[in-house]
């Protein structure tokens, strides 16, 4: 695997050119997850993070954000999270963007799921689907073959779980197996979160050997699908985006955990450390 991604930029680029990402994310009680994921993608090297979120929460998450990432209001329900009335914003605001990340603290409200539904049915663009977007999809997985686009899943084995059906024990003996074939059965790339992540397209799996049980950590997983967005945002394909978001993601939570402790690790401390993460994978050139 080279490390081409991060190679030296050339000095009349702009930011256009490393991946203009929409990240929908969050609701009331759940707006980190918002916050975890679009700074995670900036400090990946992303060129433009747009973040949609409950107009609710608009100014604690435009506070909490990187400055540098563009929060939008959009319509909400009474609890909120995301409502169907923000479908038509959403549209608009995905034409801007090559690639949406959807998911993380989107909460499991029934017109949230719903709309949730309606993006991932309708929008072609290519998408990372974690957290609440996972749960959308239970039960509803012919939704993953209406769209030709591009699909990198993220689930833990509990999401993964309520998915295909299989049980959580059963998952935890058989993750090559099981991932391998839900990839090949719906055309996505799956990433099963855990130790030892595994990663599957329809034709190839790779199991991650970076990271630690101090980043089994609230938060952590809207990190790596931030990272995995912006790898994405910078082209790389569906799948070295996926592997090597995997990897960073460990490493940057290895490099945290040496000096805060597994014990004392947030998901904080993996954003931090990705710039670092990016620097050594770039000196060792492969992994």
């Known amino acids: ?35 975890l994921c679009a700074n995670s993608a900036m400090r990946s090297g992303a060129g433009l993070v747009t973040l949609g979120v409950p107009e609710g929460l608009y100014s604690i998450i435009a506070k909490k954000a990187y400055p540098e990432v563009m929060v939008r209001p959009l319509a909400e329900t009474k609890a909120r999270t995301l409502s169907l009335k923000a479908y038509p914003a959403i549209m608009s605001l995905t034409q801007k963007a090559d690639l949406l990340a959807i998911g993380p603290g989107l909460s499991q409200n029934p017109q949230t799921q719903k709309l949730i539904r309606r ?25 993953l073959r209406i769209n030709p686009n591009l699909k990198i899943l993220t689930p833990h084995p509990g999401e993964f779980s ?7 024990a059963y998952i935890e003996k058989n993750r090559e197996t099981l991932a391998k074939k839900f ?13 030892n992540t595994v990663v599957a397209s329809p034709d190839k799996l790779y199991v991650n050997k970076t990271g630690n049980p ?9 990190v790596l699908t931030g990272i995995i967005s912006a790898l994405l945002g910078q082209g790389l394909s569906g799948w070295t985006a996926a592997k090597t978001g995997a990897y ?14 597994q014990a004392g690790l947030i998901a904080s401390d ?18």
Do not use: C, Q, W
């Open 162 to 168: 309520r998915l295909s059906g299989a049980p959580r």
């Open 214 to 222: 101090g980043m089994a950590t609230a938060g952590s997983g809207d």
């Open 270 to 287: 993996i954003i931090e450390n990705i710039p670092t993460a990016i620097k050594r994978y770039s000196y060792n050139g492969h992994h």
């Open 1 to 35: 695997m080279t490390s081409k991604v991060f190679t030296r930029r050339k000095p009349d680029t702009h930011k256009g050119d490393y991946g203009r990402i929409f990240v929908l994310a969050g609701s009331l009680g759940l707006s980190g997850a918002a916050v």
């Open 183 to 195: 990839a090949y059965d719906y055309n996505i790339v799956l990433v099963l979160k855990g130790h």
């Open 119 to 143: 993006i991932i049915s309708n929008i072609h663009k290519p998408m990372v689907i974690d957290a609440d977007a996972l749960n959308a999809l239970s039960g509803n997985l012919e939704i």
């Open 248 to 261: 960073l993601h460990g490493l940057a939570g290895d490099i945290a955990a040496k000096e805060k402790t």
